[in-house]
Nanobody
Framework: QVQLVESGGGLVQPGGSLRLSCTAS????????MAWFRQAAGKEREFVAY????????SYAAFVKGRFTISRDNGMNTVYLRMNSLKPEDTAVYYC???????????????WGQGAQVTVSS
């Protein structure tokens, strides 16, 4: 079992920045690819970014490329999502997930955090 706990969400103005953190406990963190997904009210959950277990490979959804950066610190069992140039349409609950491979399909991830609310509004 892997337990994931997100932190760092909140309210930010358009154009602002936030950094989300997701700390894992349980099995060896570096064995897992980690991803961030988000779900806005009334919409389907969507892929945001993933990073391989070693941190050597990353992938992003087109709508966040150039604005968001995923990173991980295996010594701290933590994955991060740095979000810059935030837009109102980035408002959503953000979830971290752990799985065997870095992919965009949510069903391929075995463990999920509880979610962190990010609200972008003036």
């Amino acid at each position: 079992q892997v337990q994931l706990v997100e932190s760092g969400g909140g309210l930010v103005q358009p154009g602002g920045s936030l950094r989300l953190s997701c700390t894992a406990s349980g099995r060896t963190f570096s064995n897992y690819a980690m991803a961030w997904f988000r779900q806005a009210a009334g919409k389907e959950r969507e892929f945001v970014a993933y990073i391989s277990g070693s941190g050597g490979s990353e992938s992003y959804a087109a709508f966040v490329k150039g604005r968001f950066t995923i990173s991980r610190d295996n010594g701290m069992n933590t994955v991060y999502l740095r979000m810059n140039s935030l837009k109102p349409e980035d408002t959503a609950v953000y979830y971290c997930a752990a799985g065997q491979a870095g992919v965009v399909e949510a069903d391929e991830y075995d463990y999920w955090g509880q979610g962190a609310q990010v609200t972008v509004s003036s």
